[in-house]
């Protein structure tokens, strides 16, 4: 992530600065069983350090995964997206200048449906820094969602290009890419990407069945 102010975070021997990178880390699994943790975990976080912006940022992101993949769901998916909405203008309020900041109030502001602020976070998002990885893959989200496959592609491929030979890409990699490909009609490269993710959840696995489907 990229593009953060000062008070984005505390000492880095904070007890909030593990959290934090445990955050990081499960974004590249995405997996259930450790959500409720890093939840929690970033919650007390907030607690102890009201101005860390890293962390309002991940925990609007932990929010998200309640949201639009049920995780750990605690109330509803509706308080799940206010808490995500909430939190993500917390972060955007203590660093204005954080793209992952802007990209997150971005999201919130699209699964929620307010087009106006989606519009306003993801460009400033964009003009604070173009090859934040974590900006352009979100956008990549938003943008598939929205029926803009090319758009799409080309934010999460300008994202891989920038993880230097890292093989190691988030789920969310490939299954928007995957998601473009089932668009398209390419069942084959649908059923490829999504066969190369260690762990799927419940909505990966039932575009990978479609996918079988499909392809006959």
Known sequence: LGGYEMRSSPNGTQPGHACVARARAYRTTLAVAEHAAIRDCLEQTVRVYPDYADAWVWLASTYIDEYRFGYNLRESHEVALNRAGQAAKRAVQIAP?????????????????????????????????????????????????????????????????????????????????????????DYSKTIRLLNNLAQRNFLMEAFLAAAYAKSG
Do not use: C, M, W
């Open 97 to 185: 200048f954080s793209a992952a900041a802007q990209a997150i109030t971005a999201l919130a502001a699209h699964l929620a449906g307010d087009d106006e602020l989606y519009q306003l976070a993801a460009g400033h998002a964009l003009s604070i820094n173009p090859n934040d990885t974590r900006v352009l893959r979100i956008l990549g989200s938003i943008n598939f969602a929205r029926g803009n496959y090319d758009y799409a592609l080309e934010f999460i491929e300008k994202a891989n290009s920038l993880v230097k030979g890292s093989p190691n890409l988030a789920p969310t990699d490939y299954f928007v890419t995957a998601l473009a490909s089932f668009a398209k009609y």
